[in-house]
């Protein structure tokens, strides 16, 4: 039976993959009494790097297209977390959003908006959240943007 963030997700045409597995030494989540930390997920479509420099071969709406794949790579760890019942989700708490930019590139924040406007859309509420938008001078494979998450759960 699907539940309902499932099928609101479904409505906008998404699907959620199954958890990628962590790149390196570290667990993809950490469940804390009712909270979920999820590790930084990086911008990926259809298994593929979104690769980009921010201000130099990439622009903000790329940018905010990438962001957006990382608020799915997010949902999918919380689904996995919550034993495949996304219905468990209380609530976004928290985004650290890291975006690969140049040293004079400045609309971070607008990148991230990809991740959080998408969480708004597919949760409602649910999906409000406080962040922190930083620009990094690079990030892992070349990726444009990654993205970590708190995560309220019942």
């Known amino acids: 039976m699907q539940g309902t963030y499932e099928a609101r997700l479904a409505e906008l045409g998404v699907t959620l993959p199954d958890a990628p597995a962590p790149a390196a030494n570290y667990v993809p989540y950490v469940v804390s009494g009712d909270l979920v930390f999820v590790s930084g997920q990086i911008s990926m479509a259809d298994g593929a790097f979104i690769t980009g420099k921010l201000g130099a071969d990439m622009d903000v709406a790329a940018g905010a297209a990438a962001a957006r794949t990382c608020a799915i790579g997010l949902l999918a760890q919380v689904k996995a977390a919550c034993g495949g019942d996304l219905d468990r989700l209380v609530r976004v708490v928290k985004l650290t959003g890291f975006v690969n930019s140049t040293a004079d590139f400045g ?3 607008k ?4 991740c959080s406007d998408f969480l708004v859309e597919a949760l409602g509420e649910a999906g409000r959240h406080s962040r922190s938008a930083v620009s990094a001078a690079s990030l892992p ?3 444009a943007v990654e993205i970590e998450g708190i995560f309220e759960i019942r």
Do not use: E, L, S, T
Not at 111 to 114: D, E, L, Q
């Open 111 to 114: 990148v991230v908006n990809g």
């Open 141 to 143: 494979f070349g990726v």
């Open 107 to 109: 609309d971070q924040p």
